[in-house]
Nanobody, 130 residues
Framework: QVQLVESGGGLVQPGGSLRLSCGAS????????IGWFRRAPGKEREGVSC????????YYSDSVKGRFTISRDSAKNTVYLQMNSLKPEDTAVYYC???????????????????????WGQGTQVTVST
Protein backbone atom coordinates (compact mmCIF):
# COMPACT_ATOMS: atom_id res chain seq x y z
CA GLN A 1 0.00 0.00 0.00
CA VAL A 2 1.28 3.45 -0.89
CA GLN A 3 0.32 6.65 0.95
CA LEU A 4 -0.46 9.40 -1.54
CA VAL A 5 -0.73 13.11 -0.80
CA GLU A 6 -2.11 15.67 -3.25
CA SER A 7 -1.42 19.38 -3.09
CA GLY A 8 -1.62 22.47 -5.25
CA GLY A 9 -5.35 23.02 -5.45
CA GLY A 10 -6.98 26.40 -4.95
CA LEU A 11 -9.13 29.12 -6.43
CA VAL A 12 -8.27 30.36 -9.91
CA GLN A 13 -10.01 32.51 -12.50
CA PRO A 14 -11.16 31.06 -15.82
CA GLY A 15 -8.24 30.85 -18.21
CA GLY A 16 -5.76 30.50 -15.37
CA SER A 17 -3.40 27.68 -14.45
CA LEU A 18 -2.66 25.41 -11.52
CA ARG A 19 -0.19 22.62 -10.97
CA LEU A 20 -1.26 19.72 -8.79
CA SER A 21 1.28 17.47 -7.11
CA CYS A 22 0.95 13.84 -6.05
CA GLY A 23 3.64 12.70 -3.67
CA ALA A 24 4.37 9.62 -1.60
CA SER A 25 6.61 8.67 1.29
CA UNK A 26 8.14 5.25 1.65
CA UNK A 27 7.29 4.14 -1.88
CA UNK A 28 8.86 4.96 -5.23
CA UNK A 29 6.18 6.31 -7.52
CA UNK A 30 8.26 5.18 -10.48
CA UNK A 31 6.94 1.69 -9.68
CA UNK A 32 3.34 2.72 -10.17
CA UNK A 33 0.98 3.82 -12.85
CA ILE A 34 -0.48 7.07 -11.52
CA GLY A 35 -3.90 8.37 -12.40
CA TRP A 36 -5.55 11.71 -11.74
CA PHE A 37 -9.30 11.69 -11.19
CA ARG A 38 -11.83 14.34 -10.27
CA ARG A 39 -15.29 14.46 -8.77
CA ALA A 40 -17.50 17.48 -9.17
CA PRO A 41 -20.57 18.01 -6.97
CA GLY A 42 -23.43 15.81 -8.15
CA LYS A 43 -21.31 14.09 -10.79
CA GLU A 44 -19.58 10.75 -11.15
CA ARG A 45 -15.85 10.43 -10.63
CA GLU A 46 -14.01 11.08 -13.89
CA GLY A 47 -10.60 9.88 -15.04
CA VAL A 48 -8.64 12.93 -16.16
CA SER A 49 -5.14 11.72 -16.95
CA CYS A 50 -2.71 8.92 -16.20
CA UNK A 51 0.87 7.87 -16.76
CA UNK A 52 2.17 4.31 -16.86
CA UNK A 53 5.34 3.18 -15.09
CA UNK A 54 6.58 0.92 -17.90
CA UNK A 55 7.25 3.39 -20.68
CA UNK A 56 5.82 6.60 -19.30
CA UNK A 57 2.92 6.65 -21.72
CA UNK A 58 0.39 9.36 -20.93
CA TYR A 59 -3.34 9.46 -21.48
CA TYR A 60 -5.98 12.17 -21.20
CA SER A 61 -9.72 12.41 -21.21
CA ASP A 62 -11.22 14.30 -24.12
CA SER A 63 -12.39 17.02 -21.76
CA VAL A 64 -8.84 18.03 -20.79
CA LYS A 65 -6.77 16.98 -23.81
CA GLY A 66 -4.59 19.85 -24.97
CA ARG A 67 -4.99 21.75 -21.70
CA PHE A 68 -3.62 19.40 -19.01
CA THR A 69 -0.21 17.72 -18.89
CA ILE A 70 0.85 14.87 -16.61
CA SER A 71 4.51 14.32 -15.79
CA ARG A 72 6.88 12.62 -13.34
CA ASP A 73 9.82 13.97 -11.38
CA SER A 74 11.65 10.88 -10.16
CA ALA A 75 14.11 12.85 -8.05
CA LYS A 76 11.23 14.40 -6.10
CA ASN A 77 9.12 11.22 -6.16
CA THR A 78 6.23 13.30 -7.43
CA VAL A 79 3.73 13.20 -10.28
CA TYR A 80 2.36 16.51 -11.49
CA LEU A 81 -0.78 17.57 -13.28
CA GLN A 82 -0.26 20.91 -15.01
CA MET A 83 -3.65 22.44 -15.73
CA ASN A 84 -3.86 25.35 -18.17
CA SER A 85 -6.76 27.26 -19.69
CA LEU A 86 -8.95 26.27 -16.78
CA LYS A 87 -12.70 26.42 -17.15
CA PRO A 88 -15.47 26.60 -14.54
CA GLU A 89 -16.41 23.02 -15.44
CA ASP A 90 -12.97 21.90 -14.21
CA THR A 91 -14.10 22.70 -10.67
CA ALA A 92 -13.87 19.51 -8.63
CA VAL A 93 -11.94 17.64 -5.98
CA TYR A 94 -8.92 16.11 -7.67
CA TYR A 95 -7.45 12.80 -6.54
CA CYS A 96 -4.37 10.86 -7.50
CA UNK A 97 -4.26 7.08 -7.39
CA UNK A 98 -1.59 4.40 -7.80
CA UNK A 99 -1.47 1.02 -9.56
CA UNK A 100 1.56 -1.06 -8.62
CA UNK A 101 3.65 -1.80 -11.69
CA UNK A 102 0.61 -1.02 -13.85
CA UNK A 103 -0.58 -4.56 -13.16
CA UNK A 104 -4.29 -3.81 -13.21
CA UNK A 105 -3.82 -1.35 -16.03
CA UNK A 106 -2.56 -4.25 -18.13
CA UNK A 107 -5.64 -6.32 -17.27
CA UNK A 108 -8.25 -3.59 -17.65
CA UNK A 109 -6.60 -2.09 -20.72
CA UNK A 110 -6.51 1.54 -19.62
CA UNK A 111 -5.10 3.51 -16.71
CA UNK A 112 -8.02 5.96 -16.89
CA UNK A 113 -10.43 3.53 -15.20
CA UNK A 114 -10.91 3.96 -11.46
CA UNK A 115 -11.21 0.21 -11.02
CA UNK A 116 -7.49 -0.07 -11.74
CA UNK A 117 -6.57 1.61 -8.46
CA UNK A 118 -6.58 0.54 -4.82
CA UNK A 119 -4.52 3.37 -3.36
CA TRP A 120 -5.94 6.90 -3.35
CA GLY A 121 -4.99 10.25 -1.93
CA GLN A 122 -7.28 12.45 0.14
CA GLY A 123 -7.95 14.91 -2.67
CA THR A 124 -7.37 18.59 -3.29
CA GLN A 125 -10.05 21.13 -4.20
CA VAL A 126 -9.82 23.06 -7.45
CA THR A 127 -12.27 25.91 -7.96
CA VAL A 128 -12.40 27.86 -11.21
CA SER A 129 -14.49 30.97 -10.78
CA THR A 130 -14.53 34.73 -11.13
Amino acid sequence: QVQLVESGGGLVQPGGSLRLSCGASGSALNNYAIGWFRRAPGKEREGVSCITNSDGSTYYSDSVKGRFTISRDSAKNTVYLQMNSLKPEDTAVYYCAADFFSLRTAVVGTCLASTVYDDWGQGTQVTVST
